[in-house]
């Protein structure tokens, strides 16, 4: 009579198979997770539940479920979230739902351990980039909706402007805050009062329906600086061109690199004729029509021929109005006759704070503005930038956040070098998090043909069937507890941040 397989024997059953699957383990974004240590970072943060999954397992499948091929949180509980825990969607909404967790901190906090990890500081160039970015939502119920105008399709549309501030390098990008901004215009109330006016989303409501753009841009560069995520430079678009934000610029030590709008905004330009100076104030319009339109000098390896103009701007400065020097730079592409009757107005405006700076150096710098597009791109169509389907504005202010870090994360694993570039690291996430799920479901099929074979061994392995399979399972689920690392052995590990990070 044959003797019943030992339960201490039996891991060697499967572990060859494991073996040869090992590829199936790797986890990426487990592994950026780990190396952030961000279960540590939100406990120090006061990220708690009371009971059930912890808060750090429960941001943990927040951040990655849109890797997992799914729609919407609810399309992922249904068809997903048993194959890497067992919580309920309701658990995932309830987080994203709360008024006292602070989720700028937490992309602040994320993405200074990126800036120090990837030894931004020794960029040669490092510019801060402020944009802004239209997503489109109709629902009646939507707290934080309004009307704004959409500049990429050009007319009003409803939903949600997603104010961003990033710093760029000629290496990648790295989104430092964001904001929701409300206009005035068709705007949502809420649907009941916050629990707490003194609690951290309440605070940012105010902030989003009071403030203007820039004012909260102005309090995001504070923040950065205060941070330590620092930049020589800011880059904005003509929507951002405006004497508030050079003044802003100019108070915190930034050179502006900022794209003028061709408006009415004067400019004082003084010239010399027979020794005599001659002062005039004159809009972009103005300044083109007398000193640019027949002097145009084509950049060298590019494509652009430019014309240069230092003059003047007035701003208020502690209450008085003060004229500062600023460099103006009129660019067009070389096949445009701007001298013609349809070609008057295709020249483009940029605005430096610094007139040392070449016509070839401010547009290398204002290339820089480029990342932040791609991010927005990312985030939209990939990302998940307010897909969760939620209602309030706290889960909306999660949304956000939630999106940057994992672009934080991407923009970590491209300078680990998971990937040359950002798209390529985030699909290589959701490839390994999609085997995983589909690892994780198929199991199951495979279970029950092993339960149905080990059954027809019961005469001869006897109670040993239930050991087999025991063990079998036990094997299984450590195999893809750790290929997710959301184990608690690694959990408390993370728990204790070393000294070293805390510099």
């Known amino acids: 009579m044959k003797t019943p397989t030992s339960q201490t024997a ?40 009371r009971s059930g999954l912890a808060a750090a397992q429960i941001v943990y499948l927040l951040l990655m479920w849109v890797w997992v091929g799914r729609e919407s949180i609810a399309l992922f509980a249904r068809q997903s979230l048993r194959s890497f825990t067992a919580a309920n969607k309701d658990a995932l909404y309830d987080v994203l739902a709360r008024e006292d967790l602070n989720w700028r901190a937490f992309h ?58 990033g710093l760029a390098t000629q290496e990648t990008f790295l989104p ?22 003194r609690s951290v989303e ?32 800011l880059l904005a678009d003509a929507w951002f061109g405006t004497k508030t934000m050079i003044k802003t610029a100019l108070d915190l030590n930034l050179t502006a690199i900022v794209r003028m709008k061709k408006n009415t ?8 004729e027979d020794g005599a100076q001659h002062t005039q104030r004159l809009d972009a319009q103005g300044l083109y029509r007398h000193s640019v339109r027949k002097h145009w000098q084509t950049l060298k390896g590019v494509p ?32 445009q006759d701007a001298d013609g009757p349809a070609g008057a107005n295709r020249w483009a405006l940029f605005l430096s704070t610094d007139r040392a700076l070449s016509p070839a150096t401010i547009l290398e710098t204002d290339a820089l503005r480029w990342s932040i597009e791609v991010y927005f791109k990312e985030a939209k169509q990939y990302l998940g930038l307010l897909w969760e389907q939620t209602e309030t504005f706290a889960s909306h202010v999660a949304s956000i956040h939630l999106t940057a870090v994992r672009y934080c994360l991407l923009a970590l694993g491209q300078l680990q070098g998971a990937g040359a570039r950002v798209c390529e690291v985030r699909a290589a996430i959701g490839e390994q998090l999609t085997h995983l799920d589909f690892a994780k479901r198929l199991w199951g099929f495979f279970r029950a043909l092993i339960a149905e074979a080990v059954d027809a061994l019961q005469e001869t392995l006897g109670d040993a069937t239930a050991v087999v399979m025991s063990a079998i399972d036990e094997q299984v689920q450590r195999f893809f507890v750790q290929a997710l690392q959301l184990d608690d052995f690694t959990l408390q590990l993370e728990g204790v941040e070393p000294d070293s990070m805390e510099a």
């Open 176 to 197: 430092l805050d964001s904001d929701i901004y409300i206009s005035s215009k068709g705007a949502h109330p809420l649907k009941a009062g916050f629990r707490d006016g």
């Open 265 to 272: 905004m004067k400019y004082r330009l003084t010239t010399w």
């Open 10 to 49: 039996l891991p060697s059953l499967t572990s060859g198979f494991l073996s040869e699957t090992q590829t199936l383990a790797d986890n990426l974004f487990a592994d950026l997770w780990r190396d952030l240590r961000l279960s540590a970072l939100l406990t120090k943060l006061g990220f708690h539940k």
């Open 108 to 165: 602040g906090a994320v993405a200074l351990k990126v800036y120090r990890a990837g030894h931004f500081k020794d960029s040669p160039l490092r510019a801060y980039v402020l944009d802004d970015s239209v997503k489109t939502r109709r629902g009646q119920r939507l707290e934080g909706v309004s009307r704004h105008f959409d500049h990429l399709s050009g007319r009003t549309v409803k939903g949600q402007q997603v104010l961003t501030l």
């Open 202 to 233: 309440a605070r940012r409501y105010a902030d989003a329906r009071d403030r203007t753009k820039p004012q909260l841009a102005a309090d995001m560069l504070r923040r950065a600086q205060r941070q330590g995520l620092d930049a020589d430079v």
């Open 304 to 335: 652009y021929q430019a014309d240069c103009l230092d003059v003047e701007l007035s701003v208020d400065r502690d209450g008085e109005v003060a004229w500062i020097p600023v460099r103006l730079l009129f660019v067009r592409g070389l096949s």
